[in-house]
């Protein structure tokens, strides 16, 4: 059972704007420590798309933005397309475990 | 451009062990926090240890503490992990990545790390 709760998939036409969430607690999200996001195309190494709640990396499409409010963290993507089909983590730290913690990922299925 | 290469994985019994290595080039390596991230098959992402800059603070996931230690070579650019007494439970694909703002933002391509008899 992960430290982070992510639903364990969402789905959406090309074009449509999905969110997937990323529950925490008072020791990780809750406790100010900021909250990113990878994307792991099957097959390969996950990729950093938003680090430090809202922040892209160079060369990630402003598809993707972050969020954060209390224990919890949002990833959305909008204007969905074919190629955003992929696992999608969370990731904190918690103070209680003093480990850098992830979410299970969340499969993203473009209909 | 950052470019991470591990290497050093394969087939173990339960109870061997096993090096691995990463390769870093592309940026100054001596900079940063590094870490190793583990996945197995059909699972999540772990980390499992990360080391500050000049080698000399380390951190541990708990289910591999005592049994797996990190180092690096900042002369040769490179990030180390010794894993002894492995475990069925450690079969799994391991990433270096180099860390920072309490995120990873660079990873290798992997390799796989099999304990079975």
């Known amino acids: 059972q992960s430290v982070l709760t992510q639903p364990p998939s969402v789905s959406g036409a090309p074009g449509q704007r999905v969110t997937i969430s990323c529950t925490g607690s008072?020791?990780?999200?809750?406790?100010?420590?900021?909250a990113h996001w990878y994307q792991q195309i099957p097959g390969t190494a996950p990729k950093l798309l938003i680090y430090?709640?809202?922040n892209r990396p160079s060369g990630v499409p402003d598809r993707f933005s972050g969020s954060k409010s209390g224990t919890s963290a949002s990833l959305a993507i909008s204007g969905l397309q074919a190629e955003d089909e992929a696992d999608y983590y969370c990731?904190?730290?918690?103070?209680?475990?003093?480990?850098?913690?992830f979410g299970a990922g969340t499969k993203v299925t473009v209909l | 451009e950052v470019h991470l290469v591990e290497s050093g994985g394969g087939l173990v019994q339960p109870g061997g062990s096993l090096r691995l290595s990463c390769a870093a080039s592309?940026?100054?390596?001596?900079?940063?926090?590094m870490s190793w991230v583990r996945q197995a098959p059909g699972k999540g992402l772990e980390w499992v240890a990360n080391?500050?800059?000049?080698?000399?603070?380390?951190y541990y996931v708990d289910s591999v503490m005592g049994r797996f230690t990190i180092s690096r070579d900042n002369a040769m650019n490179s990030l180390y992990l010794q894993m002894n007494s492995l475990r069925a439970e450690d079969t799994a694909v391991y990433y270096c990545?180099?860390?920072?703002?309490?995120?990873?933002?660079?990873w290798g391509q992997g390799t796989l790390v099999t304990v079975s008899s």
């Open positions: 080391i500050e800059p000049v080698g000399r603070d380390k």
């Open positions: 990731q904190s730290y918690d103070s209680s475990l003093t480990n850098f913690v």
């Open positions: 008072s020791s990780n999200i809750g406790a100010h420590y900021d």
């Open positions: 990545a180099t860390q920072a703002y309490y995120s990873f933002h660079h």
């Open positions: 592309g940026f100054i390596f001596s900079n940063y926090w």
């Open positions: 430090g709640n809202n």
